[in-house]
Every structure is written in C-alpha cells, then in structure tokens.
C-alpha cells in the first residue's frame, strides 16, 4: 500500500510568487492534516480535513494560504503571495479515524527568497 | 512555555548505550506519539499511547497520564538510531508537537 505522498519535494520560489504543494494520502483515509515546521521551531499544525470538508483551520497562519481537498481525495495547499517568513517544511499527514495513528508525508521543503 | 517540553533537547552517546528521552506536557490530551524523523528523512510514528507502556525492538515507550510525562527508552542504542525524536500529543483534534531531540550515536 502506497504511503501519503507528497509534491514537490523541495520548491525555491521569490517572494510575491505563488506556490502550490500537493499531499495524495494514504487511499481511504478520510482524515488529512497540514502542518509546518519553520527553521528552529517546532512543527505547527496547520489545518485538518475530514473527507473535503475542513474541520478545523485554527492553525493557519492568514489569508494568503489556501487549502483545499476537492472530492477528499489529494489535497493542495497555495501560498499566495510567498513571504519570506513562509519557508519551512510542510508536512501532511493521513490517518483512518479522527485520533488514530497519522501517517506523514516526506514533506516538501518550501524556500522563498 | 511550550505545551510540550522535551529534555534533552541534544543528546550524543556512544554505541551500545541506553537512550532515555523524556517529554512533559500541559494539556488534556487523548494520546501521544513519539515520532522519529533521520536527516533529510521524512517523518515515521514510532508509538502511539495513551496509558502504560508500548514496546518494539529495542524501543519502550512509557506514558504516566497522572503526570503528564512520557519516556522514550532506547535500548543498545547503535548509530542508526540517530534522529529526531519527537514528542507530539493528541488534545481535541490536533497534534502539538515538541520541539524534537536531535540523537547522535556515535560508533
């Protein structure tokens, strides 16, 4: 069984640009999470999914990120527009039942310059 | 204060030696993760618990709810163990995670 994936891996864009990460979870997991992890911080949560619907979005950071998880399969996550204060590595994560064990992506390394 | 505090936040020993990571949090929580994540590597789960103790290989996991504490035991510790250990507990909904334990093991 293929684990949550999740796309790019790394991505170097400029400040003002916009940058979208794709998470494939784990197939029939309805649960997908967001999270974040800035340089010497610890990882943040970011939002939560179940199915397409977004239980709960209290950790996203203002309005220029956007989630989406149209027909709860994959999921998107944009940032528009990119600021400096935006690198880090986002995660996703997947899981089966709400508080059962998640399963985390690789990551994507986000850089803006 | 963070809601979930590790300790130590570094920690080099030699090969063959027992690992203890410890993790104190501050909120209601349903369950705790200790999570493992290798350089450039992504993130694996390593234990979920809620009460008691887990084992798996040379890993233990203990978690004491009264006191909102939880251990990581690592036993002959070798140098692929050498990671980030993170401490994450489930509240309502979400994971707070600890800021992690860099492991160095050195041969």
């Known amino acids: 069984e293929a684990g949550v994936t999740q796309f790019p891996s790394h991505s170097v864009i400029e400040k003002g640009q916009t940058v979208t990460l794709r998470c494939d979870p784990i197939?029939?997991?309805?649960?997908l999470y967001w999270y974040r992890r800035v340089m010497g911080k610890e990882i943040k949560f970011l939002l939560h999914?179940?199915?397409?619907?977004?239980?709960?979005e209290s950790g996203m950071p203002n309005n220029r990120f956007l989630a989406e998880r149209t027909g709860g399969t994959y999921s998107t996550l944009k940032v528009q527009p990119a600021e400096l204060e935006d690198s880090g590595v986002y995660f996703c994560a997947s899981s089966q039942e709400l508080r059962s064990e998640q399963y985390f992506g690789p990551g994507t390394r986000l850089t803006v310059t | 204060k963070n809601e979930v505090e590790q300790s130590p936040q570094n920690l080099t020993a030699q090969e063959g030696e027992f690992i203890t990571i410890n993790c104190s949090y501050s909120v209601g929580i349903s369950a705790l993760h200790w999570l493992q994540q290798h350089p450039g590597g992504g993130i694996v789960s390593l234990f979920m618990l809620s009460s008691g103790k887990k084992k798996h290989g040379r890993l233990i996991a203990t978690i004491n709810i009264q006191e909102k504490h939880s251990s990581l035991h690592i036993t002959a510790s070798h140098p692929r163990d050498s990671a980030v250990y993170i401490c994450a507990v489930m509240g309502a909904q979400k994971l707070v995670f600890g800021q992690g334990t860099r492991l160095t093991i050195n041969p």
């Open positions: 197939s029939g997991h309805d649960n």
């Open positions: 999914f179940v199915k397409e619907s977004k239980q709960d």
